[in-house]
């Protein structure tokens, strides 16, 4: 006797109902049901099934490089054999360009790449690689069909790593849905991790997010996938690789990238740009943020100014407002600096980013500077998390901070535990070594 368990589920976003829908009662997508039958479940289970852990055999992970220095050490070191990294990442941003890259330095060894493509046609990629200065093209093997279903029984084992561009255009032909579909989405890539689990073969998969975060994007097998990498694109050409998730290492670490017409080049001392382009006016503070492992130091800019219009102006780029707004009102109201009437510009030179609450210090410090008109002591780097109570906190890395910043030049920290040491918002007047009747 067998049991079967039989439904509907939507093609859209996934959900199951025992009866068919007309309309999905979770995404409310028309005609979207799809029939399945879940797998025969056997009276007698076979036999030598559950392995006790002592007699499993263990394999050193052997790791293939990227060829590129700091993606290997965001995977925490290559990627493992076997694995399947998902390589996420707006149109554009430059996947492609750099899962070709990967192909090319894998190759340059003299190991083959399958470079599976159901995006663009097999003459797109060679003209890309011409771009890129590729060579050692004969190692790398292009796939351009977009039905893989030649992947279940295709002899595989010649090759080092097996590329998918991407998980949104390809298809098996069995199953009734257009390309970028969940059932689609979800079985393309069932169908290569197990491959690739089963030949121990890493592979890469690159998913699309588009703007609008679509359904059948890469969160639905980023369940699947051992390690998930995020590509993000920054400002001045800079993109950070991102590991959202890594199970043979460190997650949320970074490495970061310059896109050139030559492709993907990486930059190992992103402080040394900002240190290089920092000029030390009023306003324009040096702070170290920490992503992954690694502390950097980036440059904060701030104007404050008689308000043009009735109301002032609250403007930031790369700092969110809402931590601006906190910074300012408590400078305001414990350090009495009367910030609110006043017009407030925040940038973060480079157009990057942060996220960090250790930047709270170096905005309030910022601020002060530019309402003082007065530059901030040289050689400071400035970091601490600020609380309402205009306590001025630690924040984790501190070490790590006050490392980079003495190796950048940067020796003279203020923070909680830094050289000038600032526990208190009301202290901040003292950095400049004034009051603020000296306002110019
Ligand atoms: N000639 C060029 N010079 C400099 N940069 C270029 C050149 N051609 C392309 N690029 C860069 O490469 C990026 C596109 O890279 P790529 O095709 O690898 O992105 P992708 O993430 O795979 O995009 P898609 O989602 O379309 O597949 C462009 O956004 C651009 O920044
Ligand atoms: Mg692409």
């Given at each position: 006797?067998?049991?079967?368990?039989?439904?509907?589920?939507?093609?859209?976003?996934?959900?199951?109902?025992?009866?068919?829908?007309?309309?999905?009662?979770?995404?409310?997508?028309?005609?979207?049901?799809?029939?399945?039958?879940?797998?025969?479940?056997?009276?007698?289970?076979?036999?030598?099934?559950?392995?006790?852990?002592?007699?499993?055999?263990?394999?050193?992970?052997?790791?293939?490089?990227?060829?590129?220095?700091?993606?290997?050490?965001?995977?925490?070191?290559?990627?493992?054999?076997?694995?399947?990294?998902?390589?996420?990442?707006?149109?554009?941003?430059?996947?492609?360009?750099?899962?070709?890259?990967?192909?090319?330095?894998?190759?340059?060894?003299?190991?083959?790449?399958?470079?599976?493509?159901?995006?663009?046609?097999?003459?797109?990629?060679?003209?890309?690689?011409?771009?890129?200065?590729?060579?050692?093209?004969?190692?790398?093997?292009?796939?351009?069909?977009?039905?893989?279903?030649?992947?279940?029984?295709?002899?595989?084992?010649?090759?080092?790593?097996?590329?998918?561009?991407?998980?949104?255009?390809?298809?098996?032909?069995?199953?009734?849905?257009?390309?970028?579909?969940?059932?689609?989405?979800?079985?393309?890539?069932?169908?290569?991790?197990?491959?690739?689990?089963?030949?121990?073969?890493?592979?890469?998969?690159?998913?699309?997010?588009?703007?609008?975060?679509?359904?059948?994007?890469?969160?639905?097998?980023?369940?699947?996938?051992?390690?998930?990498?995020?590509?993000?694109?920054?400002?001045?050409?800079?993109?950070?690789?991102?590991?959202?998730?890594?199970?043979?290492?460190?997650?949320?670490?970074?490495?970061?990238?310059?896109?050139?017409?030559?492709?993907?080049?990486?930059?190992?001392?992103?402080?040394?740009?900002?240190?290089?382009?920092?000029?030390?006016a009023p306003g324009n503070?040096?702070?170290?943020?920490?992503?992954?492992?690694?502390?950097?130091?980036?440059?904060?800019?701030s104007l404050v100014s008689k308000?043009?219009?009735?109301?002032?102006?609250?403007?930031?780029?790369?700092?969110?407002?809402?931590?601006?707004?906190?910074?300012?009102?408590?400078?305001?109201?414990?350090?009495?600096i009367?910030?609110?009437?006043l017009?407030?510009?925040?940038?973060?030179?480079?157009?990057?980013?942060?996220?960090?609450?250790?930047?709270?210090?170096?905005?309030?410090?910022s601020l002060v500077s530019s309402f003082l008109d007065k530059p901030v002591?040289?050689?400071?780097?400035?970091?601490?998390?600020?609380?309402?109570?205009?306590?001025?906190?630690?924040?984790?890395?501190?070490?790590?901070?006050?490392?980079?910043?003495?190796?950048?030049?940067?020796?003279?920290?203020?923070?909680?535990?830094?050289?000038?040491?600032?526990?208190?918002?009301?202290?901040?007047?003292?950095?400049f070594?004034g009051?603020i009747?000296e306002r110019k």
């Amino acid at each position: 006797m067998t049991r079967k368990k039989r439904g509907y589920v939507c093609d859209v976003c996934g959900y199951d109902a025992p009866a068919w829908f007309g309309r999905c009662p979770s995404c409310e997508t028309w005609d979207s049901a799809k029939s399945f039958s879940s797998l025969e479940i056997p009276e007698k289970a076979p036999e030598g099934l559950f392995l006790p852990l002592e007699n499993i055999d263990t394999f050193d992970h052997e790791r293939i490089s990227t060829g590129f220095f700091e993606l290997d050490r965001a995977l925490g070191g290559g990627i493992v054999a076997g694995s399947s990294v998902l390589f996420s990442g707006e149109p554009g941003v430059g996947k492609s360009t750099c899962v070709l890259q990967i192909a090319s330095s894998i190759a340059s060894s003299g190991r083959d790449v399958l470079y599976i493509t159901g995006e663009e046609s097999a003459r797109q990629i060679k003209l890309r690689a011409n771009r890129l200065g590729l060579k050692n093209g004969h190692h790398i093997h292009v796939s351009p069909s977009s039905e893989i279903d030649y992947l279940r029984t295709a002899d595989l084992s010649g090759y080092t790593l097996i590329v998918l561009d991407s998980l949104q255009t390809v298809r098996l032909a069995e199953i009734p849905s257009l390309p970028g579909s969940v059932t689609q989405v979800r079985e393309c890539a069932n169908l290569v991790i197990s491959r690739s689990k089963k030949e121990e073969i890493p592979s890469l998969l690159i998913g699309h997010i588009t703007k609008e975060g679509l359904i059948a994007g890469p969160k639905l097998i980023e369940h699947l996938a051992d390690t998930v990498l995020s590509f993000e694109d920054t400002a001045r050409g800079l993109r950070f690789i991102r590991a959202l998730k890594n199970r043979f290492g460190p997650a949320d670490e970074v490495a970061v990238f310059e896109m050139r017409s030559d492709g993907l080049s990486e930059v190992q001392d992103l402080s040394g740009i900002t240190v290089q382009e920092f000029m030390p006016a009023p306003g324009n503070v040096i702070t170290a943020v920490v992503e992954g492992s690694r502390a950097f130091l980036v440059e904060i800019q701030s104007l404050v100014s008689k308000p043009l219009y009735s109301s002032p102006r609250r403007v930031t780029s790369g700092v969110s407002i809402d931590r601006m707004l906190l910074v300012a009102g408590v400078l305001t109201k414990r350090a009495g600096i009367p910030l609110d009437t006043l017009d407030i510009y925040v940038n973060v030179a480079g157009g990057l980013s942060l996220d960090d609450t250790g930047i709270d210090l170096a905005v309030a410090v910022s601020l002060v500077s530019s309402f003082l008109d007065k530059p901030v002591p040289d050689k400071a780097c400035v970091f601490g998390e600020i609380g309402l109570d205009g306590s001025i906190r630690k924040v984790s890395h501190m070490s790590r901070r006050t490392e980079r910043a003495e190796i950048s030049g940067f020796p003279n920290t203020i923070s909680p535990e830094g050289r000038v040491l600032t526990r208190d918002i009301s202290e901040l007047l003292k950095i400049f070594g004034g009051v603020i009747s000296e306002r110019k």
